[in-house]
C-alpha cells in the first residue's frame, strides 16, 4: 500500500525517528477504515520521534495519520504557540466585544482534513465509558452548550495537547492541567476549606457534618 510504503521511506531514512520503538495497544479501537497490514501506533510513535500521540483517548489511528499527512511533525514545529495552530486549524473561535464583555465567540467556517479528523476524534471520545478528564471536560460542555459546541471545545483542547506534545515534547497522562477550568476553581476552594478547618482545629461536630 502506498501509504505504508511512503511512511517506512521517511522512518527508515531517519534515524532519530527509526530508533524508537513502542509495544501495540490492544485497547485502541480499530476502524474498518484504518489501511490494513500497517502499525499505525508504532510508526506515529516513530514518525513523531518518540513522542505518543496514540495515548491519548479518542485520537484513532486514522487521527494519528491525518496529522502526519496534513501537516507532519515539522509543519506542527514551524507554529510558535498553540494559538497559531488552532488558528490554522480554523478551530480558534473569533470572539465579538463590545464594551469589554464577549456578545459571541464563533468557530470560523470552513474545514480540512485534520480539523474534520481532530473533530471526529472528540466525537469518539464523547462515548467513551471510562472516566478522563478530557471525557469530563467534554460532558462539561456538552452539558451548558450541547454536544456540537463540546465537540468544537475539545477539538481546540486536544489540537492545544498535541502541540504542547509535538513541540515541547510534554507527554499525555491526564494530567490535572488538562482539567475544565471550572474544576480546577473547585479542587482550589476545597483546598482554602481544608486549610482553614486545620488551621482552626474544627472538627465533623464542629460543622455540624454528618458523617456515614
Same mark, same amino acid.
Given at each position: !500500500?502506498? %501509504?505504508?510504503?511512503?511512511?517506512?521511506?521517511?522512518?527508515?531514512?531517519?534515524?532519530?525517528?527509526?530508533?524508537?520503538?513502542?509495544?501495540?495497544?490492544?485497547?485502541?479501537?480499530?476502524?474498518?477504515?484504518?489501511?490494513? $497490514?500497517?502499525?499505525?501506533?508504532? !510508526?506515529?510513535?516513530?514518525?513523531?520521534?518518540? %513522542?505518543?500521540?496514540?495515548?491519548?483517548?479518542g485520537l484513532?489511528?486514522?487521527?494519528?495519520?491525518? &496529522? !502526519?499527512?496534513?501537516?507532519?511533525?515539522? #509543519?506542527?514545529?514551524?507554529?510558535?504557540?498553540?494559538?497559531?495552530?488552532?488558528?490554522?486549524?480554523? &478551530?480558534?473561535?473569533?470572539?465579538?466585544?463590545? #464594551?469589554?464583555?464577549?456578545?459571541?465567540?464563533?468557530?470560523?467556517?470552513?474545514?480540512?482534513r485534520l480539523?474534520?479528523?481532530?473533530?471526529?476524534?472528540?466525537?469518539?471520545? #464523547?462515548? &467513551?465509558?471510562?472516566?478522563?478528564?478530557?471525557?469530563?471536560?467534554?460532558?462539561?460542555?456538552?452539558?451548558?452548550?450541547?454536544?456540537?459546541?463540546? %465537540?468544537?471545545?475539545?477539538?481546540?483542547?486536544?489540537?492545544?495537547? %498535541?502541540?504542547? !506534545?509535538?513541540?515541547?515534547?510534554?507527554?499525555?497522562? $491526564?494530567?490535572?492541567?488538562? &482539567?475544565?477550568?471550572?474544576?480546577?476553581?473547585?479542587?482550589?476552594?476545597?483546598?482554602?476549606?481544608?486549610?482553614?478547618?486545620?488551621?482552626?482545629g474544627l472538627?465533623?461536630?464542629?460543622?455540624?457534618?454528618?458523617? #456515614?
Amino acid at each position: !500500500m502506498e %501509504i505504508g510504503k511512503l511512511l517506512h521511506e521517511i522512518i527508515d531514512n531517519d534515524p532519530d525517528k527509526k530508533q524508537h520503538y513502542i509495544e501495540e495497544k490492544p485497547h485502541k479501537r480499530v476502524n474498518k477504515n484504518d489501511p490494513k $497490514n500497517i502499525d499505525l501506533n508504532l !510508526m506515529s510513535y516513530q514518525y513523531f520521534e518518540g %513522542i505518543d500521540l496514540m495515548a491519548i483517548e479518542g485520537l484513532s489511528h486514522l487521527t494519528a495519520l491525518s &496529522l !502526519m499527512s496534513e501537516v507532519g511533525i515539522e #509543519g506542527i514545529r514551524r507554529f510558535p504557540t498553540a494559538k497559531h495552530f488552532l488558528s490554522w486549524l480554523r &478551530l480558534a473561535p473569533k470572539n465579538k466585544i463590545s #464594551g469589554g464583555k464577549v456578545l459571541s465567540s464563533k468557530v470560523p467556517k470552513g474545514s480540512s482534513r485534520l480539523k474534520i479528523a481532530l473533530r471526529l476524534a472528540t466525537n469518539a471520545l #464523547g462515548n &467513551l465509558k471510562e472516566s478522563t478528564p478530557l471525557l469530563n471536560f467534554f460532558k462539561r460542555i456538552k452539558l451548558r452548550k450541547g454536544r456540537v459546541s463540546a %465537540i468544537s471545545a475539545t477539538a481546540r483542547k486536544l489540537a492545544v495537547i %498535541i502541540w504542547n !506534545m509535538v513541540v515541547k515534547c510534554v507527554p499525555y497522562n $491526564n494530567p490535572e492541567g488538562y &482539567l475544565y477550568l471550572d474544576q480546577k476553581r473547585k479542587l482550589g476552594i476545597v483546598k482554602r476549606i481544608n486549610k482553614q478547618i486545620s488551621r482552626y482545629g474544627l472538627s465533623t461536630e464542629d460543622l455540624n457534618l454528618v458523617t #456515614g
